[in-house]
């Protein structure tokens, strides 16, 4: 098992390194006549690119996507479909210096440990660069997702010491999310987290954060039991991410601490349209199959590693040194984490769903 590929009906595989020639992903299993285009692609990829903002790793990266294969006249073929994404900007120079040297909180040691071989520049494929291929298959899952009428939206509800408030953890449409650097939508916290994530850049220095992510119109049944439950498959999804530290469905951890009186989700109506319970603490997932409830759940991310700090460490020959990591990175990661999440829950649900064609004969 090469560790590269996701999924089972709907599967990706990625490939290339953060300073290669390219980025791209092979889906296969992708039913025939969904509608897809570059155009589409791209404007996700706009959302997740380095470069935005002041706050964001100052790479300037087009990423503009080109579909080499599994699309004719606008439309899937049900044969692999292959997107490619091209490196344009890259700065190797920047990482000479790091070439005999282990990075704290980097994949560098253990890559060569594993591996007896590394890429250097930019980490290979530990880079977050590889994690725009799965945006780009994110929208084509999204679009099978679209003939279900679900919706995936998800916005930062904490960067560092800024935290929103729980009354205002309520869902949001994406179109107000997009709207702020941060994607905290809230002016106030906004402006906070800019504050602080400036502060953070004139120190040299880093911080963590956290997402959330909503699932409207989700089938009930979704998932499978045992192994493949839907939030055991989003948790894997998640935690496939880098830097992701942390994920928790519906009332998550507070759930220890609540009487069964308290979480129970108790049916109120059902029919062949719309379920309604009383409450939703289970996140929307039942015994590992989605209820009809809205999904939710966060995703907690750590602090960015590369900071301009000294910190002591040890080369390639095993003697001790102290390094100042130099390079383009950003303060924290989760603002253009935000449509790599979207893509990984779109390609569980997508997943799941054509799983779900076979229970029933």
């Known amino acids: 098992m090469s560790g590269n590929s996701f999924g089972n009906y709907f599967k990706i595989t990625t490939f290339g390194e953060s300073h290669g020639p390219a980025i791209g992903v092979t889906i296969d299993g992708c039913p ?33 996507c080109k579909i080499i294969s599994g699309v004719f ?17 890259q700065q190797s120079k920047d990482y000479e210096p790091l070439k005999e040297v282990y990075r704290p909180g980097h994949a560098d040691f253990v890559y060569q440990q594993k591996y007896g071989i590394r890429d250097h520049r930019g980490g290979g494929r530990s880079s977050a660069r590889e994690t725009a291929a799965r945006v780009a298959a994110g929208v084509v899952a999204n679009q099978i997702l679209k003939n279900y009428n679900i919706e995936i939206s998800s916005y930062v509800f904490s960067i560092g010491e800024v935290t929103l408030p729980m009354e205002l953890r309520t869902e949001y449409p994406s179109d107000v999310i997009n709207q702020f650097i941060t994607r905290i939508p809230d002016t106030v916290y906004d402006e906070k987290a800019i504050q602080y994530l400036n502060t953070l850049k004139e120190q040299g220095d880093s911080c963590g954060g956290a997402i959330i992510c909503f699932v409207k119109n989700c089938p009930i049944g979704l998932g499978n039991p045992v ?35 308290e979480y129970n989700d108790s049916l109120v109506s059902f029919d062949d349209h719309q379920t309604q319970y009383h409450s939703n603490n289970e996140g929307g997932i039942t015994g590992g199959l989605s209820n009809g409830n809205t999904i939710y759940f966060s995703t907690y991310f750590k602090p960015v590693s590369s900071i301009k700090h000294t910190q002591s460490t040890l080369n ?10 130099e390079g383009r990175h950003d303060p924290c990661v989760v603002p253009r984490a935000v449509p790599i999440l979207e893509a990984m829950t779109a390609l569980v649900l997508a997943d799941a769903i054509l799983s779900a064609k076979n229970d029933r004969i």
């Open 32 to 64: 025939a006549q969904i509608p897809i285009s570059e155009e589409i692609i791209n404007q996700a990829l706009s959302r997740r690119k380095p470069g935005q903002s002041a706050i964001s790793s100052p790479r300037k990266e087009s990423d503009e």
């Open 227 to 261: 192994f493949d439950k839907l939030n055991a498959m989003l948790a894997h999804a998640m935690f496939s991410i880098n830097a992701v530290k942390g994920f928790e469905i519906g009332q998550g951890l507070h759930s220890s601490t609540m009487k069964g009186s």
């Open 316 to 325: 390639t020959s095993n003697q001790p040194i102290d390094i100042n990591v």
């Open 73 to 89: 006249n606008g439309l899937t073929t049900g044969t692999p479909l292959t997107i490619l994404i091209e490196n344009n900007n």
